[in-house]
Every structure is written in structure tokens, then in C-alpha cells.
């Protein structure tokens, strides 16, 4: 009996979750459309002021988002992917230059190369139709 109890919470537990789940997907949407709508409409307005109430709407609205399964799944993925970022090795300032110097040449040579076929297989063509002498 125990396990049928357990089961029935479970199942109402997780059918409230995705319903306010959406409420807080539909306040957010409605927190940035307010914020549009109060954009265009106090045109007089300051532009610090109305960037200071933008910048507020969006902080209330990704607020709002992160208190969701979606919101949740989300922000552990940023702070994953910043451990990660942490451990990346990057190449130094001389490392780098060389990289680039030598993707640069090597561009230089195909491009060349590229040219010179090019240049053979149009005179090809112009000597196998007699465009040519």
C-alpha cells in the first residue's frame, strides 16, 4: 500500500511541475513583451532610464526562466561548461603567431597552386575545342 501511495504523490508531484512551468515560461514572455511595449511607448524617456527597466525586465524574466526543469538543466550546463573552460591549456601570444603564419603561407601556396591548374586546364580546353593555336 505503502508503494501506491508513494506512486499517486509521485505522479501529482510531477504533473504540477510542468503547470508552473509553463506559468513561468508565459510570465517571462509576458515580462519581455511588457518590456517592448514600455519601450516604444515612453518614447520621452531617457535612454539610461529605459535601458535601466529593459535591463530590469530581462534580469526578472531570465530570473524566472532559471526556477524551471528547462531553466534548471540550463544554468548547470553554463557551469559546466565554465569548469571546462578552466581547464582548456591555451596556446601563448608566440604559439599563436606561429599558427597563423603558417595557415597563411600554406593559403598563399594552395591559391597559387590552385591558379596554376587553372591556368593549364583553360588552355587545355582552348587547345581541345581549337580556340587556340
Given at each position: 500500500?505503502?508503494?501506491?501511495?508513494?506512486?499517486?504523490?509521485?505522479?501529482?508531484?510531477?504533473?504540477?511541475?510542468?503547470?508552473?512551468?509553463?506559468?513561468?515560461?508565459?510570465?517571462?514572455?509576458?515580462?519581455?513583451?511588457?518590456?517592448?511595449i514600455l519601450n516604444y511607448y515612453?518614447?520621452?524617456?531617457?535612454?539610461?532610464?529605459?535601458?535601466a527597466i529593459g535591463v530590469l525586465?530581462?534580469?526578472?524574466?531570465?530570473?524566472?526562466?532559471?526556477?524551471?526543469?528547462?531553466?534548471?538543466?540550463?544554468?548547470?550546463?553554463?557551469?559546466?561548461?565554465?569548469?571546462?573552460?578552466?581547464?582548456?591549456?591555451?596556446?601563448?601570444?608566440?604559439?599563436?603567431?606561429?599558427?597563423?603564419?603558417?595557415?597563411?603561407?600554406?593559403?598563399v601556396v594552395l591559391a597559387l597552386?590552385?591558379?596554376?591548374?587553372?591556368?593549364?586546364?583553360?588552355?587545355?580546353?582552348?587547345?581541345?575545342?581549337?580556340?587556340?593555336?
Amino acid at each position: 500500500m505503502k508503494s501506491k501511495a508513494n506512486l499517486t504523490i509521485l505522479k501529482t508531484e510531477t504533473q504540477k511541475k510542468p503547470r508552473l512551468d509553463k506559468l513561468k515560461w508565459l510570465f517571462a514572455g509576458l515580462l519581455i513583451v511588457a518590456g517592448i511595449i514600455l519601450n516604444y511607448y515612453y518614447v520621452q524617456v531617457h535612454l539610461l532610464v529605459k535601458l535601466a527597466i529593459g535591463v530590469l525586465f530581462i534580469a526578472l524574466a531570465a530570473f524566472s526562466i532559471s526556477k524551471t526543469e528547462k531553466g534548471k538543466m540550463i544554468m548547470e550546463f553554463i557551469r559546466d561548461s565554465r569548469v571546462e573552460l578552466r581547464k582548456v591549456i591555451w596556446p601563448t601570444r608566440e604559439e599563436t603567431l606561429q599558427t597563423t603564419l603558417v595557415v597563411a603561407i600554406m593559403v598563399v601556396v594552395l591559391a597559387l597552386l590552385l591558379w596554376g591548374v587553372d591556368g593549364v586546364l583553360v588552355w587545355l580546353i582552348g587547345w581541345l575545342t581549337g580556340q587556340r593555336s
